[in-house]
């Protein structure tokens, strides 16, 4: 029988609610359900409300009564706030977080490189905002709660599955012994160690890293900004590498390299911790000032990922689908992604809109980012961790020369997690103009945003479905004709027109919003030089066609071929 604790965690910042746990014995016979997502870790909890938004009910199983332990995930990307505002918990983010976009590496107390995110005055989020998980889980439970579409199960974990042509019968145990539940579809987000993996017999393919990382959280008042720090071969721990994070409330990351040859056990041992914190305290000029502990743990860098995200009636996503290094913050951040591109194919695909193969373009699309990551994330991974004498060597070398050259230092580049161009995804119209736009978004891109106000941006207006971005004066009649048919049919589409109106209010027959782009700033973004241009966004916000001119037959054929994955 499941037993999940019912003691609060243990943290000095931030308080654990004890979640009551779902008993079916309190509850009535169970249908069988649209879809079952196995694991409300902040994948699960996002992919939720991402199926909410496109009309799905769903039932959340989550083998915990409490958010997650220790902080985790600490920083989120641009990308992830845009994803969290579709999702509604963005504000709070902002409200809790704190936005950084500088960060510098030393080399025996030299700094040799300093990264700059872009940051533009079009961008509505900063490119990394800081904040502990359990407030991310948090903020998403409570909107998931509030949510009438969601069933959140606490106390629930899946220890079976069998699965069937059009079904899975998963087994779930509880507080009180199992049940199983039928569902068309079932969502994998059960983490790392996915017991739906194993079920399935699944296995992940690339590769682990040696080097190993304390992960400590200590509470401390350093008068220092939210930038990132990157110590490499500093004097109290040789050959090796350190990072420092800012998080909310006063806490501090500080993360740091093994020596070889130790275990985790003897590096958790509270004397070392001690000793090695107060070491890096003592190196950045703020020795002898009082700190406590939070929570720390050993981690070590793995580039994994499974070749395919879908097994039968099972989908995966999150650390159940990838295992990908902290380095460039990639794990949560490429979640969201995973949560964003499923919820939308299945939302239509439980509605009868698509047929079951447009989850094929979830799988390519998502695999295919993730072997990119790994590809990245594996050049950051051996930079700070080198694991041969070779790449030793080589780190070795760059860190030399950049006490002294500049064209080196780049190479100390963090290579932050950024969203992935769906560039070759089958729903990409095969007859647009894409390959005549000379910028702005191409096929596959997440979209560009646009400051239109003091507090009004584009992507605050796209949302619910397919959004078809008009930059024109009016909607052509036979475009309003094609958008009708498509939403009489039952598809969510909207049409933005974007013209260069001055002032609020306008209204213009066929379009649902119209939005003033008196500066012309959208057009530069978006590359467009005609009027008439046009852009169409699947519901992830991705371009999947771009037109110079927009005819009603290239439209129909774009979300013929966005809807099913075939080009028509
Ligand atoms: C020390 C550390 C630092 C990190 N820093 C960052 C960072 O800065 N940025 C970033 O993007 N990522 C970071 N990550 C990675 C990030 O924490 C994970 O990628 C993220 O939590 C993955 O989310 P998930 O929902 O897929 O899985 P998880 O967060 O692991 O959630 C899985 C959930 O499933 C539940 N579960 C497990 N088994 C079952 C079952 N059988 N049935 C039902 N429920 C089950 C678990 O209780 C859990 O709640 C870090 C990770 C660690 C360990």
Not at 296 to 312: E, F, I, K, Q
Not at 365 to 376: F, L, M, S, T, W
Request: glycine share 8%; net charge negative; proline share 7%.
């Amino acid at each position: 029988m499941h037993q999940p604790s019912s003691e609060p965690r243990r943290s000095i910042y931030y308080d654990y609610q004890v979640h009551p746990p779902w008993l079916a014995s309190q509850h009535g016979p169970q249908p069988r359900h649209r879809v079952v997502i196995a694991g409300g870790g902040p994948v699960g909890l996002t992919a939720a409300l991402e199926l909410a938004r496109h009309g799905v009910p769903c039932v959340l199983l989550e083998s915990e009564l409490q958010v997650c332990e220790g902080s985790r995930a600490i920083v989120f990307t641009r990308r992830s706030m845009e994803i969290l505002q579709q999702v509604g918990v963005a504000p709070r983010v902002m409200a809790h977080g704190l936005p950084w976009r500088f960060g510098n590496s030393y080399y025996r107390g030299q700094r040799v490189f300093r990264m700059e995110a872009p940051q533009d005055d079009n961008d509505r989020f900063w490119p990394m905002i800081n904040l502990q998980q359990q407030f991310l889980e948090e903020f998403l439970v409570d909107a998931c709660e509030a949510h009438p579409l969601i069933e959140l199960r606490w106390g629930n974990r899946v220890n079976g599955l069998a699965q069937h042509d059009d079904h899975a019968v998963v087994e779930v145990d509880t507080p009180e012994g199992p049940y199983t539940l039928e569902t068309e579809w079932l969502v994998a987000s059960d983490g790392a160690r996915s017991a739906l993996r194993s079920l399935l017999d699944l296995k992940l393919e690339g590769a682990s890293y040696e080097g190993q990382f304390v992960i400590a959280d200590i509470r401390i008042d350093l008068p220092l900004p939210t930038e990132r720090l990157a110590f490499f071969d500093p004097p109290w721990n040789p050959r090796n590498t350190v990072l420092m994070h800012r998080e909310p409330l006063n806490i501090w990351r500080v993360d740091y390299q093994l020596p070889e040859g130790e275990t985790p056990e003897q590096a958790l041992a509270p004397e070392s911790l001690r000793a090695r914190i107060n070491a890096q305290l003592e190196m950045i000029g703020h020795g002898g000032k009082p700190w406590e502990m939070d929570w720390c743990s050993v981690y070590s860098a793995r580039t994994l990922t499974l070749p395919d995200y879908r097994a039968g009636r099972t989908l995966f996503m999150g650390d159940a689908a990838h295992l990908l290094p902290i380095f460039g913050v990639r794990g949560a951040n490429t979640g969201f992604q995973d949560a964003q591109a499923l919820g939308w194919r299945l939302g239509l695909v439980c509605s009868g809109q698509a047929p079951e193969s447009l989850l094929v373009s979830y799988s390519q699309e998502r695999v295919g980012a993730a072997r990119e990551i790994i590809d990245e994330a594996g050049k950051s991974t051996r930079f700070m961790t080198p694991p041969s004498r070779g790449f030793r060597l080589l780190r070795d070398a760059v860190l030399s020369i950049s006490l002294t050259e500049d064209f080196v230092r780049p190479l100390y580049h963090w290579r932050t997690s950024r969203p992935h161009e769906y560039t070759r995804s089958t729903l990409n119209s095969s007859d647009d103009d894409n390959a005549l736009f000379q910028a702005g978004p191409a096929h596959g891109a997440p979209p560009a945003n646009v400051r239109l106000g003091d507090d009004d941006f584009l992507l605050d207006h796209l949302g619910g479905g397919f959004d078809l971005l008009v930059f024109a004066a009016c909607v052509p009649a036979g475009v309003q004709t094609t958008v009708q048919a498509w939403r009489d049919q039952g598809l969510k589409l909207r049409v933005l027109l974007i013209g260069q109106w001055i002032g609020q209010g306008v209204q213009a027959p066929g379009a649902d919003v119209c939005l003033s782009d008196t500066e012309g700033r959208a057009r530069a973004r978006w590359g467009v030089t005609t009027e008439g241009s046009a852009y169409l966004l699947r519901p992830d916000q991705h371009v999947c066609a771009r037109w110079m001119s927009l005819d009603a037959d290239r439209l129909n054929a774009a979300l013929k071929q966005a809807t099913t994955g075939v080009a028509p």
